[in-house]
């Protein structure tokens, strides 16, 4: 069992940045993928970046020049730091973790309650 929570939500004028970060109960955090995932008011949850156990990465092609994603095993916590950030990218930021690292969401066992992102003009 692994309970997630998000925070580092929050207003952001377009071309800032935020760094949003995920607190994972449970002693076995580490043997966990874990994922990043978003979802905009009436459209479907979209991959956003991943990281393996070990520290692989992998992002959407729409988002991999401006966001990092990053884990700390020790701390239980993953990160994901977004710069550069558009109206785009405003939506509900959802932190996820599988025993596989995949892009789908329908992978992924455990998720935060999300922490909503909102990008200004």
């Known amino acids: 069992q692994v309970q997630l929570v998000e925070s580092g939500g929050g207003l952001v004028q377009a071309g800032g940045s935020l760094r949003l970060s995920c607190t994972a109960s449970?002693?076995?955090?580490?043997?966990?993928?874990m994922g990043w995932f978003r979802q905009a008011p009436g459209k479907e949850r979209q991959f956003v970046a991943a990281?393996?156990?070990?520290?692989?990465?992998y992002y959407a092609d729409s988002v991999k020049d401006r966001v990092t994603i990053s884990r700390d095993n020790v701390k239980n916590t993953v990160d994901l730091q977004m710069n550069s950030l558009k109206p785009g990218d405003t939506a509900v930021y959802y932190c996820a973790a599988s025993t596989v690292v995949a892009r789908t969401a329908s992978t992924y066992g455990y998720w935060g309650q999300g922490t909503q992102v909102t990008v200004s003009t």
């Open positions: 990281i393996t156990w070990a520290g692989g990465t």
């Open positions: 449970g002693r076995t955090f580490s043997s966990y993928a």
